[in-house]
């Protein structure tokens, strides 16, 4: 009993240890910890600020000693940076204890700490570049919708818009308003990683790769387009009823042509489609510090033709979120490999000294190097001859898939776009976009996408 006494208390105290080294910052600053607002009687809130420094939330203090949280871009960066008044959002919620947190130096905090003065908060460093948040933010005008854009080789997000947007400076102001139940806009959602939308063309994407992963010759695939396609007395038709007569699976895909893709997605093994979403993300936890939703893919094995050649084009059932349909893209740039998003670089303290810094790390493989190439190609063809053609003849070399997502009756719809640029000498750049209601994705998403990469590589 002795010894097994010993064991238990010596096996505490290991315990102990271990929590306070490795996990004790973690409990700290959990969202749910309550705790943590009691740094702020002895700091001042630090300082978000993006790649380039300029200052996105800052904490001004008044001669009579009180505290005002100030963001210089207003709505620009609301649901990327959030809030930290009436609760916490975006960044201010995902490192609220480093900015609660002072590496001033030693003597001048004990020095502040005799006189009675608050200590300055630690700096976050963010990914985000305000070039392009503010050329994205401004492409997508008064629309609503979303936008991510990111670098496939490293998880650095770049770029985050969301609209309806709030402004932060007068959030405690408008709370009552923004949450009423009479008002329908949502504009705290963000619906980046929130927003759950039907996907359209881009998710013909994920039909051809599962058509290739089934024929070993799919460069060999052949299929007369007469503008529609009638399957057990279901019928879709190809935008404008246009027929696109004979065609091969890059120029199928490139002209986004509906009737193809439904005589593929009839052609499937369901079972094996269902698992490669799965591996795709689809229902599956994301690597994401915000608040996020799960894509959902529920075609199964059994459906009827009406449901299988909705779902092949991107109708049906399915539901992305523009967050997630960024991810695939990242892994197909970087030869299947998705690495782990991240929108906080490092902390610094007050005066810039580095107090910690994030480092690129591999998240997990979507799909193999040979398919990611040849998806690659495919997504090239629809800005060389395709329906994303105003992305061609840039002094970058883009790739991407348009989508329009009808979403009532009425078959109005939501423009997409998700793809990458790049140039020699730079990261390659990915990006999502959604504009709600807008119409095609070559007309709509396809402009705010230039936007972000002319912003970007320039």
Not at 24 to 53: L, T
Not at 81 to 89: E, L, M, P, Q
Not at 377 to 393: C, D, E, H
């Amino acid at each position: 009993m002795t010894y097994l006494f010993l064991a238990i208390f010596l096996g505490l105290i290991a315990y102990f240890a271990y929590f306070q080294v490795e996990r004790s910052e973690a409990f700290i600053n959990s969202p749910y910890n309550a705790r943590q607002d009691s740094f702020a009687d002895r700091i001042i809130r630090g300082k978000i600020v993006s790649a380039q420094g300029d200052v996105l939330a800052q904490t001004k203090t008044s001669k009579n000693g009180k505290e005002t949280r100030e963001y210089p871009y207003g709505r620009m960066f609301a649901h990327a940076v959030g809030f930290s008044t009436n609760g916490k959002a975006g960044i201010e919620s995902i490192d609220n204890f480093q900015l609660l947190r002072s590496h001033a130096f030693f003597l001048e905090k004990i020095l502040n700490e005799i006189k009675g003065q608050k200590n300055i908060g630690d700096t976050v460093v963010t990914t985000l570049d305000t070039d392009v948040q503010k050329a994205i933010y401004e492409a997508m005008g008064s629309d609503q919708g979303a936008a991510i854009a990111m670098q496939p080789k490293t998880g650095r997000i770049i770029a985050m818009v969301s609209k309806p947007d709030f402004d932060p400076n007068t959030i405690a102001a408008d709370w009552d308003s923004i949450t009423s139940e009479d008002n329908s806009s949502s504009v705290l959602l963000n619906r980046v990683t929130q927003g759950l939308y039907p996907p359209g063309s881009t998710f013909k994407l994920f039909t051809m790769l599962q058509y290739m992963r089934e024929h070993k010759d799919y460069s060999n695939y052949a299929y007369n387009c007469s503008g529609s396609l009638t399957q057990d007395g279901n019928t879709i038709h190809c935008f404008g009823n246009h027929v696109h007569g004979q065609e091969d699976l890059n120029t199928a895909f490139a002209n986004s042509c509906n009737a193809a893709f439904a005589s593929i997605g009839l052609s499937l093994d369901l079972n094996k489609f269902q698992k490669l979403n799965k591996k795709l993300l689809f229902d599956s936890p994301l690597p994401c510090d915000f608040p996020y939703k799960r894509s959902s893919f529920v075609l199964k094995a059994g459906a009827g033709s009406g449901e299988i050649i909705q779902t092949s084009i991107g109708q049906g059932r399915t539901l992305v979120t523009p967050y997630h349909l960024a991810l695939v893209m990242s892994s197909i740039v970087n030869d299947g490999v998705l690495m782990k998003p991240y929108i906080i670089d490092k902390v610094t303290n007050y005066n810039g000294a580095e107090v910690s810094a994030v480092l690129p790390e591999e998240y997990e493989t979507l799909l193999s190097k040979k398919k990611a190439a040849a998806l690659r190609q495919y997504l090239r063809a629809v800005v060389t001859q395709g329906t994303a053609s105003a992305l061609n003849s840039q002094n970058y070399e883009a790739a991407g898939k348009t989508g329009s997502a009808e979403f009532t009756s009425a078959k109005d719809s939501h423009a997409w776009f998700v793809g990458y640029a790049s140039k020699k000498g730079m990261e390659d750049l990915v990006i999502s976009v959604v504009v709600e209601g807008a119409g095609t994705g070559g007309a709509y998403a396809v402009p705010v996408a230039k936007a972000a990469f002319d912003a970007y590589f320039r």
